[in-house]
């Protein structure tokens, strides 16, 4: 990859990359975590914004698939209660959003988080209207490779003009198994130390750092003005 090559495509995670959500997610699995028999002093629960749900109920209740598909339930119905909406986006991001689409480019969403869910976050947020499609969680796609390949296949990416932009090494591995670029951010739930275990662009510090970087990646075809 050249210093100078341009992109076409940006898609964004959404935990920790366009919204805090660490009140409304923490709060809930803090409650699946005791509901089921778990300690919440056990475990970071930083960790826990943005890889599969999937994951993090194995990470606590390790050897036990029907405790962790109980409190997987428990999760999403506790949290579309009362953590979905408990969250803010990042300052910044719906003007980097508007000024990519401005520029020309598509903008989409990929997540971890149920694809549902995170439409109806973005539409409460006003960054749903400006985004071109949102990829996320679904029965067929459980983890951050096939959440991007689907992106990829629907929407018909070019591989080559694809940029990820994510706050955890999931985004990153996501985007080299599915063979794309990716940047990691820093103001989210990541650390460096993770990220820069895997393929990068970059890896930035914050919303004003993304920006000024993204917006001279964008590729000035024709036929995107």
């Not at 919204?19 to 056990?42: H, I, M, Q, W």
């Not at 890889?51 to 194995?58: C, D, E, K, M, V």
């Not at 949290?79 to 719906?94: A, P, T």
């Not at 003009?161 to 739930?189: E, H, P, R, S």
Request: proline letters at 3%; hydrophobic letters at 35%.
């Amino acid at each position: 990859m050249t210093d100078n090559k341009t992109y076409d495509t940006f898609l964004l995670d959404f935990d920790g990359t366009i919204s805090n959500t660490y009140n409304g997610v923490t709060r809930c699995l803090k409650e699946a975590c005791v509901k089921f028999g778990g300690n919440p002093d056990d475990f970071d629960f930083k960790k826990f914004i943005g890889p599969p749900l999937t994951w993090t109920f194995n990470i606590m209740f390790p050897d036990d698939l029907k405790k962790q598909e109980e409190a997987l339930a428990y999760y999403r119905a506790l949290y579309i209660k009362d953590g979905l909406f408990d969250c803010e986006m990042y300052e910044g991001i719906d003007t980097l959003v508007k000024s990519l689409k401005e520029a020309g480019a598509r903008v989409g969403v990929a997540t971890s988080k149920k694809e549902n869910f995170a439409v109806m976050v973005l539409e409460k947020l006003g960054l749903y209207q400006h985004l071109d499609f949102v990829s996320g969680f679904a029965e067929n796609r459980t983890d951050k490779t096939q959440v991007i390949c689907h992106a990829i296949e629907t929407y018909g990416i070019d591989k080559d003009k694809c940029l990820m932009i994510g706050d955890t090494f999931y985004d990153l591995q996501g985007a080299q198994n599915a063979g794309i670029d990716a940047v990691g951010i820093l103001y989210g739930f990541g650390s460096k130390e993770d990220m820069l275990k895997f393929p990068h662009v970059a890896i930035l510090e914050t919303v004003k750092d993304l920006s000024d970087f993204v917006l001279q990646k964008v590729d000035k075809c024709p036929s995107r003005n």
